[in-house]
């Protein structure tokens, strides 16, 4: 517990609080608290914690409480409120941990938990939940449907908010994530889920009350169970997955330090414009790891060439224009990538059939490689680098525009203009501070490499005739080929 802010210190002593003042009405005498009730529903959600912190197991379970919270919201649809207050503690306190503090998680989860399942429990009351179950404890009665489905829905509605609000708290105080950012998107995010686990935890609490008793109601737990570890096997391979595009482009940018970021931003695009489009939600996330992917052949191209100050000499530049062939070999056998496996390979194919490696045009290109092109080119030109600053977005949506038809696909184009008017473009980082550039913008000889001064590059040039900005050196040739190549100047 020292390790953790006093602020979060503070916050875990007021859930613990009110965790203690929830549950304490269940102890005073003549509270008729269904102690048999009470401890078999928190040995059942003790069980189903237990196996998180089996080595047998390993992680091949789900180790969350929020596995079980159809087991917590039948515990709050059967039990008096300071009652339910009491079944998710045993539990939280023994389950698994995977990161410290663990002490400070643990007695956090409970107390959250604690009053949680308490809000849930007096929606439910208030509502006439218990009525419509079948009357008190020992009443066999018929369940009021469709009536019982109101105080549920109360009740994971009360559910949902108190968790929010104490997720949002921790988040503040332990994680030191701003107030304004702490609560956004977690309700949205869980109410359906909350919902699904209510009905869950309402067929349960139906089958206890039912002449077939409590052990009817693990016909509903298993199978909740069940799912449950299959939702989180899911989670854990869309975990590993995410880890291995994280690993590549931490490498690609570690490599190639001038194009820091890149990579992101190009998926964030790629994303952009396949909205537009109207493509499925289920092709986005391939199309995001084809733009954060795109550039990954570049670890198969000498160091020296990515950073050489000065112009690339022509057995360079095909080198450099190796790059795609190097991806698409680097990820073949990840099978996850699907298209975005020949988005890396052709990204820099061109409408007109001059582009490489393989001189496709138009449809022969793939779509993901025609998306993925568009958001390269938009990035590389509104991103500042240490050679040359980067253009507005307006004058770079007009550069694309130019070049559509032959180097773009249109509809791509178009695409990408109506999302910026739409939504804006946060994504313009630099690759390098603005101080950087002017520092080397002042240099007395530019592209000249000091002792012990590191890598020094060229000054942004001075714009040509036509307006449009000439290559500076062959690093700015490069990166027209890496990515914008939107002037007569194509490599090779």
Do not use: N
Not at 18 to 25: G, K, M
Not at 130 to 137: F, N, Q, V
Not at 148 to 153: E, G, N, T, W
Not at 311 to 317: G, K, N, S, V
Request: with cysteine.
């Amino acid at each position: 517990m020292r390790s953790t802010p006093r602020a979060a210190r503070v916050c875990i002593l007021g859930a613990v609080i009110c965790a203690v003042l929830c549950s304490l009405p269940a102890w005073t005498p003549g509270a008729a608290t269904p102690w048999g009730t009470l401890a078999l529903l928190t040995t059942l959600y003790l069980v189903c914690e237990l196996p998180g912190r089996c080595p047998f197991f390993g992680s091949s379970v789900p180790i969350s409480a929020g596995s079980f919270f159809p087991l917590l919201l039948a515990a709050a649809f059967l039990l008096p409120p300071a009652a339910a207050a009491l079944v998710a503690i045993l539990g939280s306190l023994a389950g698994r941990v995977e990161q410290p503090p663990f002490a400070a998680r643990r007695v956090w989860r409970a107390a959250q938990l604690s009053v949680t399942v308490w809000a849930a429990s007096c929606a439910h009351t208030v509502l006439g939940g218990p009525g419509a179950l079948g009357g008190g404890s020992g009443d066999q009665g018929v369940p009021d449907f469709p009536y019982a489905l109101l105080p549920a829905c109360a009740a994971a509605l009360a559910f949902s908010l108190v968790l929010t609000v104490l997720d949002g708290c921790i988040l503040v105080t332990a994680e030191r994530q701003p107030a304004r950012h702490a609560w956004r998107g977690l309700l949205p995010h869980s109410l359906g889920p909350h919902l699904v686990h209510a009905l869950a935890g309402l067929m349960m609490a139906v089958l206890w009350r039912s002449s077939y008793g409590p052990l009817s109601a693990l016909f509903v737990l298993l199978p909740m169970y069940i799912s449950c570890w299959v939702f989180a096997q899911y989670h854990r391979e869309h975990a590993a997955h995410r880890a291995t595009i994280r690993a590549l482009v931490q490498a690609v940018d570690i490599k190639d330090k001038y194009t820091r970021g890149h990579s992101e931003r190009v998926g964030k695009a790629s994303v952009l414009i396949a909205r537009e489009l109207g493509m499925q939600e289920s092709r986005l996330e391939a199309l995001r790891f084809a733009g954060i992917l795109h550039d990954v052949g570049k670890l198969g191209v000498p160091t020296r060439v990515l950073r050489k100050d000065g112009p690339l000499t022509p057995e360079e530049r095909r080198v450099i224009e190796l790059h795609p062939e190097y991806g698409h070999e680097i990820v073949r056998g990840i099978g996850f990538l699907d298209e975005a496996r020949a988005a890396i390979l052709h990204h820099h194919e061109r409408l007109d059939g001059s582009g490489y490696p393989y001189g496709l045009s138009g449809r022969q290109i793939p779509e993901f490689a025609r998306v993925v092109a568009v958001a390269d080119a938009f990035d590389a030109m509104t991103s500042t680098r240490s050679y040359r600053r980067g253009r507005p977005v307006p004058a770079a949506v007009a550069e694309l525009e130019r070049c559509a038809g032959s180097q773009f696909d249109p509809q791509m184009v178009g695409a990408l203009a109506r999302g910026l008017a739409r939504h804006g473009w946060s994504g313009a980082a630099t690759a390098v501070t603005a101080d950087e550039v002017a520092v080397r913008e002042r240099m007395p000889v530019p592209g000249a490499r000091e002792e012990g001064a590191g890598d020094v590059r060229r000054p942004s040039p001075a714009p040509s005739p036509d307006g449009r900005e000439r290559a500076a050196d062959g690093r700015e040739a490069a990166d027209r080929g890496d990515g914008t190549d939107v002037s007569a100047e194509r490599p090779g």
